[in-house]
């Protein structure tokens, strides 16, 4: 079908969220922000109603067009669906064989995508409204799902991002995502192999690496705070994949060696109890602070009080969810602050063992509190990588660059074009 634009001639392209905006997704909102700066029409559609708990002022002020569904637009979700089954039965019922009667990794899975699955033949009508060119998911789970269906049903192109639970495990529909998107972005390395795979052979290539970008303005250079007693952050949903677990059993061990140490956890999630409890256990209710969840423009300060940031992920057992690159590691490096992370993913990337910060196997306490302790012994070793990691993550992760190869990815497959890569 003709590709649609707008009054300027650009591509209109549908950006696909569960939630916009959402406080944990700063990276995607300025993603948003910064590429209708560049002068991308973008369109939001929610699949589920508005959640601005925690949202910083800038998300609070987001001016650009929603078009949100959730409980409200049940009426207009099935409406939709019965339109299009009556129009063309053999069609729907045959996208419901395919797509709707999947067993799902797990019943949230199941639930988000069944949501998604009938949200998609709404937003195939808004979509047809709006003139939209390109449908974009960026994420490979439910957005992706209600992406494909308004795909399906328009013939509208549609690409999805690929990052980290949403594709470990892979959801039920993700091979039959991949077969039909024209272009699948992940925002690391580690993740463009497993992807291709489940592309159909001789299109792995349609797999495209776009870093995200960088969230913070970068910080000078400055003198790290290296208090007597060793100032740890960490930051992150308070869930198995994380490895707060195993962070708090480094702290109780260094605590035992009479290392002097304190941590504050940023972050709330259905580990704060048993972690709470797993505090108090290991008796160190006055070494570790949880103040919960902060909205993302308060976390910088944490950065400049304290000495180091500490990210254990981990690969979760059972279903194998875990991290693509945590962003927080890519901002405490832009503000020079050392890291040390575990080897997860794509965390390599970006935290190189010796020469942006340490790097230590996962599920390994005590090779964490050694960490720790290297990085407290040798102030101009942790700086020296610390300056190391905000040149690396300024190049890695730079807006204009990063955005500019979005851009052009989506006008491509709104074209149906092939990019041009340098």
Known sequence: MPTSTDHAGTARIAYVLLWFPRSTETFIFREVVQLRERGLPILIYSLYGTSLGG???????????????????IGRILGAFFRRLIQEPRSVLSLLREGCLRRQRDAESFLENLWAFFAGFLLAEQCRKDSISLLHAPWANGPATAAWIASRLTGIPFVFTGRAGDIYPPDALLREKSRDAVRIRTNNAANVAWLASFCP???????????????????????LPMHKTFRLLA?????????????FTAIARLVREGFPVRLTLVGNGYLRLPLLRLRDRLGLTNIIEMPGFLPHDKICGFFK?????????IIQNGDGNRDGIPNVIMEALSQCMPVVATDVCGISEVVRDGETGLLVPPHDPAALACAVRRMSADREKALAMARAGRELVLSMFDQGKNNAALQEMYLSAAGGEEEQHA
């Open 305 to 313: 009080s304290n000495d180091l940031l500490v990210m254990p992920c």
């Open 235 to 247: 930051v992150g949903r308070l869930v198995p994949k994380k490895g707060f677990a195993d962070l």
């Open 55 to 73: 949202c910083s002022a800038e998300m609070r002020a987001y001016d650009g067009p929603v078009r949100r569904m959730g409980v409200r637009a």
């Open 201 to 223: 052979k001789g299109q792995e290539g349609k797999v495209r690496l776009i870093y995200n970008s960088l969230t913070f303005d970068p910080a000078e250079e400055r003198a």
